[in-house]
T-cell receptor, first 115, second 113 residues
Framework: NAGVTQTPKFRILKIGQSMTLQCAQD?????MYWYRQDPGMGLKLIYY???????DKGEVPNGYNVSRSTTEDFPLRLELAAPSQTSVYFC??????????????FGSGTRLTVV | QQQVKQSPQSLIVQKGGISIINCAYE??????FPWYQQFPGKGPALLIA?????SEKKEGRFTISFNKSAKQFSLHIMDSQPGDSATYFC????????????FGSGTRLQVQP
């Protein structure tokens, strides 16, 4: 099993550009999440989804959008990129709502720089 | 109310020593408390977890101590090894409201040989 696959691994954007970070999982997990990780700040929840067609805002949703048309895919859209969005983005999925069974499975991350 | 506060930010321990990382929370709705381990260039991975109905959980060299009245929990790594050098995150999730983990700010552990 591939687990959670994120693409691209690295990206440099110019201010005002847009992009989509891709996330796919092959574990048939209903729950999926997007976090951003800034140095010394831990992981902040951007958006999450409890199933296909259902998404909800996390702690830091401004400047981002998501969709969940299938169980497998959970893309994150950045509109009008700003330097404050420079970060490492992690997608994760889980079997249960708390991740008690096996925990959250994280992808390897996308390192985004906005210049 | 969603915040989980973690300390210290960084920790240096000699091989064979005990590493201790502490977390505190305010939201009494939190009812599941996992710890995640992250190596450079990788995503975090579940290490060990506890529910508030027990005061301690041990898995190998890793132990979670939980104090419900103080709203604090900690990770103890016994006989720390250089391979334990990583960033550790505590986390919590409530039984109602936002159904996703809230993470602490992380502790960078370095175990010196």
């Amino acid at each position: 099993n591939a687990g959670v696959t994120q693409t691209p691994k690295f990206r440099i954007l110019k201010i005002g550009q847009s992009m989509t970070l891709q996330c796919a999982q092959d574990m048939n997990h209903n729950y999926m999440y997007w976090y951003r990780q800034d140095p010394g700040m831990g992981l902040k929840l951007i958006y999450y989804s409890v199933g296909a067609g259902i998404t909800d805002k996390g702690e830091v949703p401004n400047g981002y959008n998501v969709s969940r048309s299938t169980t497998e895919d959970f893309p994150l859209r950045l509109e009008l990129a700003a330097p404050s969005q420079t970060s490492v983005y992690f997608c994760a999925s889980s079997y249960s709502v708390q991740g008690a069974r096996g925990g959250y499975t994280f992808g390897s991350g996308t390192r985004l720089t906005v210049v | 109310q969603q915040q989980v506060k973690q300390s210290p930010q960084s920790l240096i321990v000699q091989k064979g020593g005990i590493s201790i990382i502490n977390c505190a929370y305010e939201n009494t709705a939190f009812d599941y408390f996992p710890w995640y381990q992250q190596f450079p260039g990788k995503g975090p991975a579940l290490l060990i977890a506890i529910r508030p109905d027990v005061s301690e959980k041990k898995e190998g060299r890793f132990t979670i101590s939980f104090n419900k009245s103080a709203k604090q929990f900690s990770l103890h790594i016994m006989d720390s090894q250089p391979g334990d050098s990583a960033t550790y995150f505590c986390a919590a999730i409530p039984d109602t409201g936002r159904r996703a983990l809230t993470f602490g700010s992380g502790t960078r552990l370095q175990v010196q040989p």
